[in-house]
């Protein structure tokens, strides 16, 4: 069936170092969005991308969507002790299907 | 203060227990969702509805039953025939129509379902 894969699980990074997840999906998106969910909360919406290689940015968050319309990446760039807590690429192929994940610690 | 709420936050059941989640919006969105949580694991997809009266079953949907009677009201009954229904059960609705929150998901504190 359909899926998106997202990668890397965990990442560790000290305060201050840039960090990328990448989805990929099996078939052609019509869009994707991101969402982020601190540790014991739910998921919230970052953004949605639509358009083939669009690049949109939010302060130290950039995100891209592939030409192909199936693969993305969310890079922050200088991370802090906010930036804590999991990413999720959800694909957009009529339903929405969600990436595992890529739970991201940041040392002080 | 528009949003979704569910109760309770923490749930405890006895093996072979139906129970039923709560999930109210207030957002006059017409779409709604039920996701399931797994430590490190994505969310899947339980069931959904995209008008009243009318529900469709997402990827994980054996063991579990919804109803949708009012746009507002989208509960989930997680039944005995679930085979390990230990997990964080999360809400969602989605805005279809025009503005700046077209096809953003809300999602709701979630419920943490314990049997025992």
């Known amino acids: 069936g359909q899926q998106v894969m997202q990668i890397p699980q965990y990442q560790h990074v000290q305060e201050g170092e840039d960090f990328t997840t990448y989805c990929n999906s099996s078939?052609?998106?019509?869009?994707i969005q991101w969402y982020k969910q601190r540790p014991g909360g739910h998921p919230v919406f970052l953004i949605q991308?639509?358009?083939?290689?669009e690049v949109k940015k939010q302060k130290r968050l950039t995100f891209q969507f592939g030409e192909a319309k199936k693969n993305s990446s969310l890079h922050i760039t200088a991370t802090q002790t906010t930036d804590v807590g999991t990413y999720f690429c959800a694909g957009n192929t009529g339903k929405l299907i969600f990436g595992q994940g890529t739970t991201l610690q940041v040392k002080p | 203060d528009g949003g979704i709420t569910q109760s309770p936050k923490y749930l405890f059941r006895k093996e072979g227990q139906n129970v039923t989640l709560s999930c109210e919006q207030n957002l006059n969105h017409d779409a709604m969702y039920w996701y399931r949580q797994d430590p490190g694991q994505g969310l899947r997809l339980i069931y959904y509805s995209q008008i009243v009266n009318d529900f469709q079953k997402g990827d994980i949907a054996e063991g579990y039953s919804v109803s949708r009677e009012k746009k507002e009201s989208f509960p989930l009954t997680v039944t005995s025939a679930q085979k390990n229904p230990t997990a964080f059960y999360l809400c969602a609705s989605r805005n279809f129509g025009p503005g700046p929150s077209y096809n953003e998901q809300f999602f709701g504190p979630g419920t943490r379902l314990t049997v025992l």
């Open positions: 078939t052609t998106l019509s869009n």
């Open positions: 991308l639509v358009k083939s290689g």
